[in-house]
């Protein structure tokens, strides 16, 4: 059925496509027709993060940036949803056309440039939320934002959303924000998460509840740099790390339709370089939970992405070109090991 569907949604532009079909989530959910189509929710309890995930397979953020759409996405069987990523205030994010279809690679490139209805409008979405899974909120800096003050609006965000996250994402490798991946390296990065990890450990203390931080990070590192990264986060106590965001390398699509457009490339071509990067960062640490995240579009890859040394896995791009059936195979395979 999912197959029918993307054949008529793929001949629509990007974002009109992702428009519809989340909206017809969401009416499939108000009618109680959605856990059909991704099916019953595999069981494969885990514990971490002091978190109970009820399968090992999460949704991304960026596919619901604003939380409107957490209940529909949480019926298709995930243990997890991310949403966001979310600014201070709202912001239209980059000009149109700005979502392009790889087929022929089972990719996606995007620029979206943080699109969203800003903090105030998640939080209301998750507070009304009847999803039972885990639900992580991704946060992020405002376009208009220097990036000497970025550690401001994070501030912000994780003040408001943290009485409702079960875990918030530092997002500091989006390729799309001018100067956010700087974030990753040195003063700016040890500034950025000590101030937030200060921050987040008075509001645990104030609310009698632990809300961990992950931190989202880049796949366009060398082994040197993901060490240096490594190092920041342990040292400030970071709770996860979640590997990768989308790369900026063209070289697995060159010469495909799209390929020279600007933005990050998502999917199938991501997934090597992705693997590798947490295959460094469990060797640097190797207690620490990574979230895997990068071309997963099969049970195979999510199993792949486990043996590099991911304990959670998110789709975003496969999801798309597979659908809901994906999120019960992934669960499947690493609940079963093949």
Request: aromatic residues 4%; contains cysteine; proline residues 5%.
């Amino acid at each position: 059925m999912y197959s029918l569907a993307r054949s008529l949604l793929f001949r629509l532009d990007a974002e009109t496509a992702h428009g519809l079909t989340l909206r017809g989530l969401d009416l499939a959910a108000r009618v109680g027709l959605a856990a059909r189509l991704g099916g019953e929710r595999v069981a494969d309890p885990v514990e971490l993060m002091g978190l109970r995930f009820p399968n090992r397979v999460g949704l991304a953020a960026g596919l619901d940036k604003n939380g409107d759409h957490l209940d529909a996405l949480g019926a298709l069987g995930f243990g997890f949803v991310e949403v966001g990523t979310v600014t201070p205030r709202p912001q239209p994010g980059n000009p149109r056309p700005r979502l392009f279809r790889l087929p022929e690679a089972g990719a996606i490139i995007n620029r979206m440039g943080f699109n969203n209805a800003g903090v105030d409008h998640l939080v209301a979405k998750v507070r009304a939320s009847r999803f039972d899974g885990v639900i992580g909120i991704n946060i992020g800096k405002n376009l208009t934002t220097p990036v000497e003050q970025a550690v401001d609006d994070y501030l912000i965000c994780l003040e408001k959303v943290h009485a409702y996250a079960h875990y918030v994402t530092v997002n500091i490798s989006s390729p799309n924000t001018p100067g956010l991946r700087n974030l990753q390296f040195g003063e700016h990065l040890d500034g950025l998460l000590s101030a937030l990890r200060e921050a987040g450990s008075r509001l645990d203390r104030d609310s009698g509840r632990r809300v961990p931080l992950a931190v989202k990070i880049a796949p366009d590192m060398e082994a040197e740099e993901v060490g240096l990264v490594a190092d920041c986060l342990a040292a400030n106590a970071i709770d996860a790390v979640i590997a990768t965001n989308t790369t900026v390398s063209r070289e697995a699509v060159a010469g495909l339709a799209h390929a020279d457009e600007a933005g990050g490339l998502s999917g199938r071509p991501v997934f090597e370089a992705s693997n590798a990067v947490i295959r460094e960062l469990r060797r640097r640490l190797p207690e620490m939970p990574i979230v895997g995240v990068g071309g997963i579009d099969s049970g195979a890859a999510a199993l792949a992405k486990r043996e590099a040394g991911a304990d959670l896995v998110q789709l975003y791009s496969g999801f798309i070109y597979r659908g809901p059936a994906l999120v019960g195979e992934c669960a499947r395979a690493l609940r079963d090991g093949a």
